[in-house]
Nanobody
Framework: QVQLVESGGGSVQAGGSLKLSCAAS????????MGWFRQAPGQERVRVAR???????NYADSVKGRFTISKDIAKSTLYLQMTSLKPEDTAMYYC??????????????WGRGTQVTVTS
């Protein structure tokens, strides 16, 4: 069974940085597209970043220039580097897999999430 396990969340002051990790099998990272999502209390889950099989990336406008998604196949890990954090970045963050890189995007494998809290 495919598993995704996030880590690296925590509490940080505004302007600070955090790096989230998502442990996944190398085959998942190589063959599929991966995304990072976030969900704040009372709000819908939204995608903040995506990485394609070829390593190309795209980001939500709200995080563009501040967040970077990457993957390290040798370490079996997907990352989300977050810089210049703002209180509005506070949310539960999830990694997810879009098996086969669907069009439109369809994420069918999810981790359990890691909490990020940004204080002002």
């Amino acid at each position: 069974q495919v598993q995704l396990v996030e880590s690296g969340g925590g509490s940080v002051q505004a302007g600070g940085s955090l790096k989230l990790s998502c442990a996944a099998s190398p085959s998942i990272l190589i063959r599929n597209c991966m995304g990072w999502f976030r969900q704040a209390p009372g709000q819908e889950r939204v995608r903040v970043a995506r990485i394609e099989r070829d390593g190309s990336t795209n980001y939500a406008d709200s995080v563009k220039g501040r967040f970077t998604i990457s993957k390290d196949i040798a370490k079996s890990t997907l990352y989300l580097q977050m810089t210049s954090l703002k209180p509005e970045d506070t949310a539960m963050y999830y990694c997810a897999a879009d098996l086969g890189c669907s069009t439109p995007e369809r994420y069918t494998i999810w981790g359990r999430g890691t909490q990020v809290t940004v204080t002002s």
